[in-house]
Structure formats: structure tokens, C-alpha cells
């Protein structure tokens, strides 16, 4: 199911933009409220941005997402890919989506994007199944105008191991961990599926694992023995592993296209834990949200030494005796431990290093508001560079999206994203001409 709101000006006026949620996200327009007035402050309602929402697999593996997503715009059946769906033991095809939300996508008519947390991650996806040809010689990479992502675990998160993956054998899970209840609840609303609400649908058409297609006994072998799919390495837990994000990395995945506008908005809870330490902890002033404080008190002091393999970034090239692990205290900054609640700084950057011709980093001043908000790159953005906007005041995973609270900051973003859309249109429209 695709929610668009509204349903005007797409057709000669402003490019629409697509919003893809994060992992567990199933709410669709309902709980992001009335953030489409900022989005098009000071024009007619007319002549407002289509908003499109899409209903991807929340808990799904980056690339099921991904073709989830193509196909929940143009139309057609969902083809995750031959070599694909059997290295993963599931169906080729999914779910027929008669009507597309925008059936004339393609590279003359391409979208802006908007992810929050794994939704990020799912939008590179896209563009990388894009430019390798899944869906076709007609798909391209350039039909992705822009990506704009919110707190995006790019390269993984340590809060998945917090949460139970094994640390020295991913994707295994640790026995009766959150992750591990997370995975056989799954399992259980996969079952009854068909008769659940819309915001229950896990897009697990390809699984055969609804009460239509498996026995009740096949139910409780998988919930008592290990989960084929939540233990598996076509899950969304697997994918934010640092070995996962190494692995797609290692092929090139996240590579900018040169004619893509990229941007990231990096959030923080957490705060040194003492002036000689790198580790974080939450600060006071989110002690009302006891989960994802206890989350990012784990997530901000964990050790990266005990990961098997070690991740890339711990890997030092030496050319006499090759890659070595180095001691994370002594060489990582503290960005690898402040974090969200979830996903810690470094990460929520952009794929890949760091490099001068790449990315750059932009402060954003808490005290700012909506009418100061003129950010030399937000007027005059460039393609082929990721735009990291690294926020000052303490904000965590849920601040700026999908609670819709009509605070200041989420206010200033919506207005924020709304003057880059409309440069980049402007860029373009003076590219083209």
C-alpha cells in the first residue's frame, strides 16, 4: 500500500519526494503530522510537493527493500533477482503491485528521497541495484535526484550486537536476547498476517510463511529452533552489522553518482563519559526515554575489540606483514561512540571513509532558527558530494523524524529540506538549459 499526500503539483511543478521509513517502520503518513506545510512554506497549497509514502518490509534485508521500493513506484511484480532469492532459499517474486505511485519514473522524470534511520540505507540500496541493471537496461542511477537521510546506520551500528547479535558469529543470535524475541515475534506476525492490520505487514510474500503456507508445527520448529530468516543474512538486524556494511563497502556499494544531491543530518543523545574518555553515555535531559537511554549508555561504551572479524575501520594496512588490528581507544575518535540512542555518529554520516573530495561537514548552531537557517550549501548545493549536517543540541533517533511534536528543530528541518529541494530543481533546471 502507497500513501501520497497530496496528490497536486507532480505533473509540471515540483519534483515529488519519496519518504522511506527505518526498521519496524509501518506508520506511514500518520505519525510524521502536519510537517508538509513547512516542507512548501510559502506556496499555495495547489502547489504543494507530492509526498509519497511507501510500504516497504520493515524488517527485511537492505536489498528486498530496496526492489520493494522500485517496484511500489513504477508497478509490477516484485523480482528481488535470480541469483538473489536462491542464495537466500526464498521465492524470486513477491507481491503484484497493480498501480505504481509514480509509473513514469525514469531518468527524465527522477525523485527526491528521504530515509530515516535504515531507510537511508535502503535509498543507497536502490541506487546501487539501479546502476548494476536488476531492473532493467531502461532503470539508471540518475533516477534518483536526491537523497536526504535522517540518523542512517550507513556504516552499521554496535547497538545490533548490544541487542544480541553474536559478535563473533553474526548472523547468529544470542538465545533469549531482544534481538532473539524480536526475530521469533516476527515469525509469529508473519504467521497470523493475513489477519492483522496494514500496519502489521512485513512483506514476507516471498517467505511462505503465513498459516496458508505453512504448518502450525513448521511455526514451532521454527520459534523453537533457529529462525531461517531472523537468523539469517537476508534480514535487516544482518545488514547493520559492521561485516555486512564491510562487505557491501568492499564492492563498491554507497560510491557517489556524480549527478546525485546527497545529504545527512547526524543527531547525538550521548556526551563524554569524562574528560579523558572517548566512551559516551546519554545525557540528563533524556532521562524521560529510558529505553533508548540504556541503549545508548551500551551503544556508547562498547568494545570494539571483541568484534570477529575486525571492522574495516580497526584494520591498519601495513605493508610488511598486512592488515592489523589496531586498539580502538588509541586511534578512533569519539564519534564511534556518541550516538543517537541507536546508530553512532560516524555512521550516520554517509557510506564510506571520509574523504575531502567526498563530503563535507557542516555544525548546525541548536540556537538556529527557521528564518536564520541560510546555509551556503542548502542554497547553492552541489551533486557528487554528501552534505553532513552535524547537529549541536542533543538530539536522539526519533527528534527530527517520524514523531511528528511541531517542535522548533523539526519545524527548521521540513522548511530546511524544502529550500535544498528547490535549489537542486533550480540547479538543474539551469543544467539543462
Same mark, same amino acid.
Given at each position: 500500500?502507497?500513501?501520497?499526500?497530496p496528490?497536486?503539483?507532480?505533473?509540471?511543478?515540483?519534483?515529488?519526494?519519496?519518504?522511506?521509513?527505518?526498521?519496524?517502520?509501518?506508520?506511514?503518513?500518520?505519525?510524521?503530522?502536519?510537517?508538509?506545510?513547512?516542507?512548501?512554506?510559502?506556496?499555495?497549497?495547489?502547489?504543494?510537493?507530492?509526498?509519497?509514502?511507501?510500504?516497504?518490509?520493515?524488517?527485511?534485508?537492505?536489498?528486498?527493500?530496496?526492489?520493494?521500493?522500485?517496484?511500489?513506484l513504477?508497478?509490477?511484480?516484485?523480482?528481488?533477482?535470480?541469483?538473489?532469492?536462491?542464495?537466500?532459499?526464498?521465492a524470486?517474486?513477491?507481491?503484484?503491485?497493480l498501480?505504481?505511485?509514480?509509473?513514469?519514473?525514469?531518468?527524465?522524470?527522477?525523485l527526491?528521497?528521504?530515509?530515516?534511520?535504515?531507510?537511508?540505507?535502503?535509498?543507497?540500496?536502490?541506487?546501487?541495484?539501479?546502476?548494476?541493471?536488476h531492473?532493467?537496461?531502461?532503470?539508471?542511477?540518475?533516477?534518483v535526484?536526491s537523497?536526504?537521510a535522517?540518523?542512517?546506520?550507513?556504516?552499521?551500528?554496535?547497538?545490533?550486537?548490544?541487542?544480541?547479535?553474536?559478535?563473533?558469529?553474526?548472523?547468529?543470535?544470542r538465545?533469549?536476547?531482544?534481538?532473539?524475541?524480536?526475530?521469533?515475534?516476527?515469525?509469529?506476525?508473519?504467521?497470523? $498476517?493475513? +489477519?492483522? /492490520?496494514?500496519?502489521?505487514? !512485513?512483506?514476507?510474500?516471498?517467505?511462505?510463511?503465513?498459516? *496458508?503456507? &505453512?504448518?502450525?508445527?513448521s511455526?514451532?520448529?521454527?520459534?523453537?529452533?533457529?529462525?531461517?530468516?531472523a537468523?539469517?543474512?537476508d534480514?535487516?538486524?544482518f545488514?547493520?552489522?559492521?561485516?555486512?556494511?564491510?562487505?557491501?563497502?568492499?564492492?563498491?556499494?554507497?560510491?557517489?553518482?556524480?549527478?546525485?544531491?546527497?545529504?545527512?543530518?547526524s543527531?547525538c543523545?550521548?556526551?563524554?563519559?569524562?574528560?579523558?574518555?572517548?566512551?559516551?553515555?546519554?545525557?540528563?535531559?533524556?532521562?524521560?526515554?529510558?529505553?533508548?537511554?540504556?541503549?545508548?549508555?551500551?551503544t556508547?561504551?562498547?568494545d570494539? $575489540?571483541? +568484534?570477529? /572479524?575486525?571492522p574495516?575501520f !580497526?584494520?591498519q594496512?601495513?605493508?610488511e606483514?598486512?592488515? *592489523?588490528? &589496531?586498539?580502538?581507544e588509541?586511534?578512533?575518535?569519539?564519534?564511534?561512540?556518541?550516538?543517537?540512542?541507536?546508530?553512532?555518529?560516524?555512521?550516520?554520516?554517509?557510506?564510506?571513509?571520509c574523504?575531502?573530495?567526498?563530503?563535507q561537514?557542516?555544525?548546525?548552531a541548536?540556537?538556529?532558527?527557521?528564518?536564520?537557517?541560510?546555509?551556503?550549501?542548502?542554497?547553492?548545493?552541489?551533486?557528487?558530494?554528501?552534505?553532513?549536517n552535524?547537529e549541536e543540541?542533543?538530539?536522539?533517533?526519533?527528534?527530527?523524524?517520524?514523531?511528528?511534536?511541531?517542535?522548533?528543530?523539526?519545524?527548521?528541518f521540513?522548511?530546511?529540506?524544502?529550500?535544498?529541494?528547490?535549489?537542486?530543481?533550480?540547479?538543474?533546471?539551469?543544467?539543462?538549459?
Amino acid at each position: 500500500m502507497v500513501h501520497s499526500i497530496p496528490p497536486q503539483g507532480d505533473v509540471d511543478g515540483s519534483i515529488p519526494l519519496v519518504i522511506v521509513q527505518g526498521f519496524l517502520g509501518t506508520s506511514g503518513a500518520w505519525i510524521w503530522g502536519n510537517f508538509e506545510s513547512y516542507l512548501n512554506r510559502g506556496l499555495d497549497k495547489r502547489n504543494w510537493r507530492r509526498t509519497i509514502f511507501v510500504s516497504i518490509g520493515p524488517v527485511s534485508s537492505l536489498h528486498d527493500r530496496a526492489c520493494e521500493l522500485y517496484y511500489a513506484l513504477v508497478g509490477g511484480t516484485v523480482d528481488y533477482g535470480k541469483e538473489h532469492s536462491a542464495m537466500h532459499r526464498h521465492a524470486r517474486y513477491g507481491r503484484k503491485i497493480l498501480q505504481g505511485d509514480y509509473p513514469e519514473w525514469s531518468p527524465a522524470r527522477p525523485l527526491h528521497f528521504l530515509g530515516h534511520s535504515m531507510g537511508g540505507q535502503t535509498i543507497i540500496k536502490l541506487q546501487w541495484l539501479l546502476k548494476q541493471g536488476h531492473f532493467g537496461p531502461r532503470a539508471h542511477p540518475r533516477m534518483v535526484l536526491s537523497v536526504s537521510a535522517i540518523s542512517a546506520p550507513f556504516r552499521g551500528t554496535q547497538s545490533v550486537y548490544v541487542l544480541g547479535m553474536c559478535v563473533d558469529a553474526a548472523p547468529a543470535v544470542r538465545p533469549f536476547s531482544v534481538g532473539f524475541t524480536i526475530g521469533k515475534s516476527m515469525h509469529l506476525l508473519s504467521f497470523l $498476517s493475513p +489477519l492483522l /492490520p496494514q500496519a502489521f505487514d !512485513l512483506h514476507g510474500d516471498s517467505r511462505s510463511l503465513t498459516y *496458508r503456507d &505453512i504448518s502450525f508445527s513448521s511455526l514451532l520448529k521454527q520459534l523453537w529452533n533457529k529462525s531461517d530468516w531472523a537468523e539469517g543474512r537476508d534480514n535487516a538486524a544482518f545488514d547493520v552489522t559492521f561485516l555486512a556494511v564491510d562487505e557491501r563497502e568492499s564492492q563498491g556499494e554507497g560510491d557517489l553518482e556524480p549527478k546525485t544531491y546527497y545529504q545527512s543530518y547526524s543527531v547525538c543523545m550521548t556526551q563524554r563519559y569524562s574528560e579523558n574518555s572517548r566512551t559516551h553515555t546519554p545525557s540528563m535531559r533524556h532521562i524521560t526515554s529510558p529505553i533508548l537511554c540504556s541503549l545508548a549508555r551500551m551503544t556508547g561504551a562498547f568494545d570494539f $575489540s571483541t +568484534l570477529q /572479524p575486525p571492522p574495516s575501520f !580497526l584494520r591498519q594496512q601495513n605493508t610488511e606483514s598486512g592488515a *592489523r588490528v &589496531i586498539d580502538s581507544e588509541s586511534i578512533l575518535g569519539e564519534e564511534y561512540w556518541a550516538n543517537d540512542g541507536v546508530v553512532p555518529s560516524f555512521s550516520q554520516w554517509h557510506p564510506l571513509p571520509c574523504c575531502r573530495t567526498r563530503c563535507q561537514h557542516f555544525t548546525r548552531a541548536s540556537q538556529a532558527t527557521v528564518a536564520k537557517s541560510n546555509d551556503v550549501h542548502h542554497l547553492s548545493p552541489q551533486p557528487g558530494i554528501w552534505y553532513v549536517n552535524q547537529e549541536e543540541d542533543a538530539h536522539h533517533h526519533m527528534s527530527i523524524v517520524p514523531w511528528w511534536t511541531g517542535s522548533d528543530r523539526q519545524q527548521r528541518f521540513w522548511v530546511e529540506l524544502g529550500r535544498w529541494l528547490d535549489a537542486i530543481e533550480e540547479n538543474r533546471q539551469d543544467c539543462e538549459g
